[in-house]
Every structure is written in C-alpha cells, then in structure tokens.
C-alpha cells in the first residue's frame, strides 16, 4: 500500500512511442534501401545489400523493442491501466516475436554473405534471401499491427506527475470544474481518457505550502461504476493508485439534476471501491443552509480555505505515516 506513492515516479511516456510500419510498408523501406546500394561487381553489390538489410532491420527493431518500457516495473496506475487497454501479455508477447525476427533475419542474412563469399551466384542468393526475408516480416504482421494499436491507445494515457494527487468525484453538474478551477493556480490542463471520448482534467494549486494535483473526472467517477461495463470499471478503478485522497462533491440543492439520494449512494460505492480517504462535501453552500459537513461556494468563496485545510490534513497524515513507516524500516 504505502510504497504505491514511492513508487509514482513517471518513467514512461507513452506519447513518445514510434509509430510501427505494417509488414508490407517495412519490407518496402527495407527492400528500397537495398536498391538504391551499388558496388564494383555484382558480388559486391549482393554483399553490400544484404549488409544495408541487416542495418536497416536491426536498427528498425531495436528502436522498436527499446522504446517500450519494462511494463512490471511501471508505477501502478499506468501498468494497470496499460494492461487494462492494452493487454501487457499481448504487448510482451508482440515484442518477443519482434525480437524473434530480428535474430532469424540476421541469421539468414549472415548464412546468405557465406555463401556468396563462397561463391555461390549472388543474384540467386539475393533473391532467396529477400523470399526468406519477406516470409519472416509477414509471419511477424500481426505483432507489428499489434504494436502500432497498442500505441494509437496508450498515447491517449495522460501523463501524470508523482505530486500528491486529489481526485475529484461526483454527479454531474455538481460543481466540479469549478471548485478545480478556484483552487488551480493555472489553467487546469486536458488529457483524454483511454478508449473512451472522456476527458481528465489535471490542475495544479498549492494546498498548506504543497503542490497538489486536482484531477477532475468528467464521466468517470460520476455516475454508479457498477452499471459500467467490465473495461471502462477497471479502468475508472484504475484512479484509486493515483488518488492520496478523494473529494467527493455533493449538490444539496439538486440543481444539478440529481437527488441527493442517488448522489449519496455514489458516494457509498466510491468508499467502497477506493482505499483512498473521501472527503465528502457540500456545494453551493450560497443556495442552501445545510451545516451537516463541509461546505463551500466558487459564488461567494465561503468555505474553500477550510476545505483546503481537510485536504492539507489527510495529506499530512498520509504523508507522515509513509515518513513512519520508512523510518520504522530502517531501523
Ligand atoms: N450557485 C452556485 N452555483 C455553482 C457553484 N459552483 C458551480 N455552480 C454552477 O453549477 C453548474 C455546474 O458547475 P460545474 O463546475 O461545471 O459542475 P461539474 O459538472 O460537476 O464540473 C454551473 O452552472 C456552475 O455555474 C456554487 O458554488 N454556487
Ligand atoms: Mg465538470
């Protein structure tokens, strides 16, 4: 539990990852390299292809295999998440197979420059040796596919810091954004929300002297999780390795639309499925007189520096118990 947050270090940023050429488009790039590669002789030339070959091949998927991260060692929401999504079987699997073809490539290349060292027709060579080559590259299709979907999905995955991180929950309509808004020093930044046409917010304020992330959550955490499908609610849950705490946003008033008691029992579930501490608090506090937990106005201000001070002091806890247990396993 308590190394999660040690452990939130960003290592990975999947936006960076290469774009994958299909079995067809590789083997074009490959083959016209080749082609374009001359020599005094036709022996020559035949090595000096063949050479080019291995380069571009080896280079291709070496750039491909190290761009893609140890997935085990990945902070927990992004292996989580990218499992979710993606599959980390599947992608291990793909890069394997990559790997697969590199070395057979190579070894038919090298077997292909001994023989017409030893004196075999290297035009006749040439061609086998491209057939071979071709039959590898299309065994591998379906991984390079593979690998080029899994990147168009993960670049979507926002990337996050390791600060203390506030997730914002509740019924829409409630007063999300704008509590985010009042406590972001800037403009909250977007991130969209993998396969889903959701977006995530990410602001940033000072809360107690500290750098806190807000994240707002538009369709996400706001509506029942368990009428989710299987995927969305994995990755809904997925929030709970990010979350030091949860804000839950109530609107008494239910001028948001809705009643008090469905937002209550999303309230219920939220405690339910996250470890993480929930806040509970009140909205709109300029429209009603309800005392009963925290409340506060983005209208008139009342109330947002108390809430400030609830969320500093579930950190402050958190963040001294972790201080705790590091000393106590030092000593
Ligand atoms: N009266 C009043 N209205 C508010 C307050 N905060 C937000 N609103 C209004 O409530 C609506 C929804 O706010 P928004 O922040 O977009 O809610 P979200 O959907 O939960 O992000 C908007 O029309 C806001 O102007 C408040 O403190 N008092
Ligand atoms: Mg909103």
Not at 153 to 160: A, D, G, K, N, V
Not at 230 to 253: G, N, Q, S, V, Y
Not at 296 to 316: H, N, P, R, W
């Amino acid at each position: 539990m308590e190394e999660e947050t040690v452990e939130k270090k960003i290592t990975f940023e999947p936006r960076k990852l290469p774009t994958v050429l299909r079995a067809e488009e590789l083997l074009d790039k490959a083959f016209r390299r080749a082609s374009k590669v001359s020599g005094r002789n036709k022996r020559e030339r035949a090595i000096n292809k063949l050479s080019t070959l291995s380069n571009v091949f080896r280079d291709y998927f070496s750039r491909i295999i190290t761009s893609h991260p140890s997935y085990q060692n990945l902070p927990d929401f992004y292996r989580e998440i990218i499992d979710t999504v993606v599959g980390i079987g599947n992608l291990r699997k793909s890069l394997g197979a990559l790997a697969w073809a590199d070395t057979t490539i190579q070894r038919i290349i090298n077997k292909s420059l001994r023989e017409i060292r030893g004196g075999k027709e290297p035009d006749t060579v040439l061609k086998s040796t491209y057939g071979r080559i071709s039959s590898i590259i299309n065994q591998v299709g379906k991984n390079l596919e593979f690998l080029n979907q899994a990147k168009q999905i993960m670049r979507e995955i926002p990337t996050l810091s390791d600060e203390p991180t506030v997730v914002v929950a509740g019924y829409p309509n409630v007063g999300k954004s704008s509590f985010v808004s009042t406590l972001s020093t800037v403009k909250p930044e977007v991130a969209s929300y993998p396969f889903t046409t959701k977006k995530i917010f990410v602001g940033k304020g000072k809360i107690g002297g500290r750098v806190v992330q807000l994240i707002d959550t538009p369709g996400l955490l706001d509506r029942p999780i368990h009428k989710r499908n299987r995927i969305e609610k994995k990755a809904i849950l997925c929030l709970r390795h990010l979350a030091d705490c949860i804000l839950f946003i109530i609107d008494p008033t239910e001028t948001c639309g809705y009643s008090v008691g469905s937002q209550l029992s999303l309230l219920k579930e939220i405690e339910r499925e996250f470890s993480s501490p929930v806040i509970s608090i009140y909205s709109k506090t300029d429209l009603h007189t309800l005392r009963d937990r925290p409340g506060f106005s983005t209208i008139t201000g009342e109330g947002i520096e108390e809430i400030a001070q609830l969320i500093d002091k579930e950190l402050e806890n958190k963040f001294r118990s972790k201080e705790r247990d590091m000393q106590d396993s030092l000593l």
